[in-house]
């Protein structure tokens, strides 16, 4: 079972409040040729089928894992997505910790 809302997951990537967590994860999502609307998109379609684990750091940070297939022109990827929800106040937003194949 997820730690975090998936609801208010989906909503929050749905107003594009996504934020990327360190250097890696702007370049993989460049690797894989992602825009913000697409990256939005895919978490935006995350259902709880597509939950695996959620990962409990020694920091006290908790992040949900989710693999979503994405069908891309004629392929599809299959993204490994680790993320997890921020609230400041009544704002939410996603912090994606991980998204690559």
Known sequence: ?????????????SLQRIKYKGLKVPKDIKLLGYTLAEVSACIISLTPTDFQKTIEYPDQSIHDVYIKNVIREEQTDRIYIKLRLLEDGEIQIVEIGSFHL
């Open 1 to 13: 079972m997820p730690f975090f809302n998936l609801d208010k997951i989906r909503e929050a990537a």
